[in-house]
């Protein structure tokens, strides 16, 4: 069992940074509304991930564990339309076969936690009263150290954490409801708090993507009968620095796809100055039956099955957008 996750574990696991998406994507699956962050040494020594969402019940332990068990998908028509960000359920069983994983949870309605090893070769799962308030905490201790050559595949310190920095960075855009902080060797680096106004909501973008960007950048939001598409853009980022302010959520999924950045950078061209580079963050929500999730087990890529219908809305509300702004 444990080389068949590991094997798992190279699509899913490849650096820590992969490893902090997947456990917060399930903290967001569980509803948590704040998610407390720890790494240490880059997190090659240590991951440890508390949320305060559903949590786990001692019966349904075990099975979090356990390849392909996912509490998420039950009816094969549920992959037609996903709206969790984790389905595959092969996140922590491939993780737990790479490192040493703990998962100490208590749902509401159970008096005691209680907390999950997985160990030895066959990956049995031990299972112990703990402490624990409503909630998760999952612990990933000494990524890879039975992978030698992936371990060896690991860059500096401070490499591996700007990766995981990135990664919380372009979770908080996505979600202003939720209250992150991220420590790194037990000093505090983020701490958002939930932003539930438009004007707490650019506090905090102003805090990832530079005060620079949120004062230049124009609010838009424009909606159809089932394509909804919101966001900030802003121009005058030249300097090039700025020109990574480009972040673009599905059904608050970060994406990268050709199609939409097409469609993007057709109406920029068209606006922009030479020389100059736009700088985005933009919300598209549709009806989850019109985009597949399932292509990618990293979950970068989607398929619209509407991809022209699409791609129109996008420039359509863009143009209108940068046309009214005068940008
Ligand atoms: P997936 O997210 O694809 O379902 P995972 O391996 O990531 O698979 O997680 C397996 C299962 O463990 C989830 O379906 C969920 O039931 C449970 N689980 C994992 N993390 C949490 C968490 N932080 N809070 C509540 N339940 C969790
Ligand atoms: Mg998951």
């Given at each position: 069992a444990r080389l068949a996750n590991q094997i798992a574990a190279g699509e899913v696991v490849e650096r820590p940074a992969s490893v902090v998406k997947e456990l917060v994507e399930n903290s967001l699956d569980a509803g948590a509304t704040r998610i407390d962050i720890e790494i240490e040494q880059g997190g090659a020594k240590c991951i440890r991930i508390k949320d305060n969402g559903s949590g786990v019940n001692k019966e349904q332990l075990t099975l979090a564990l356990s390849r392909h068990a996912t509490s998420k998908i039950s009816h094969l028509d549920d992959l037609e339309a996903i709206v969790s960000l984790g389905f595959r359920g092969e996140?922590?069983?491939?993780?737990s076969s790479v490192a040493r994983l703990t998962f100490t949870s208590k749902p509401a309605d159970q008096d005691e936690a209680w907390q999950a090893i997985a160990e030895g070769r066959d990956m049995q799962v031990h299972i112990q009263p703990a402490a624990h308030p409503q909630g998760t905490t999952v612990e990933v201790l000494d990524l890879f150290f039975n992978t030698p050559a992936r371990r060896r595949f690991l860059k500096t310190?401070?490499?591996?954490?700007?990766?995981?920095?990135?990664?919380i960075k372009r979770i908080a855009l996505s979600r202003f409801d939720i209250a992150i902080s991220l420590k790194h060797n037990n000093k505090i680096v983020r701490q958002y708090r939930a932003a539930p106004t438009q004007q707490q909501q650019e506090k905090r973008i102003a805090a990832i993507c530079s005060e620079q960007f949120i004062q230049n950048a124009v609010f838009f939001e424009h909606q159809d009968q089932?394509?909804?598409?919101?966001?900030?853009?802003?121009?005058?980022?030249?300097?090039?620095?700025?020109?990574?302010?480009?972040?673009?959520?599905?059904?608050g999924r970060m994406i990268r796809d050709k199609l939409v950045n097409h469609a993007i950078k057709q109406v920029f061209a068209y606006y922009l100055p030479q020389g100059t580079f736009p700088g985005y963050i933009i919300y598209i929500e549709c009806d989850p039956k019109e985009v597949?999730?399932?292509?990618?087990?990293?979950?970068?890529?989607?398929?619209?099955?509407?991809a022209r219908w699409v791609h129109d809305f996008i420039s359509s509300t863009l143009n209108t957008t940068l046309n009214d702004s005068s940008l």
């Open positions: 996140a922590l069983a491939s993780v310190e401070k490499t591996e954490f700007q990766h995981i920095d990135e990664l089932a394509l909804k598409i919101s966001g900030w853009v802003s121009d005058r980022l030249s300097p090039r620095p700025l020109a990574d302010v480009q972040y673009c959520y599905i059904n597949d999730v399932n292509v990618h087990p990293a979950k970068h890529e989607v398929r619209f099955h509407q």
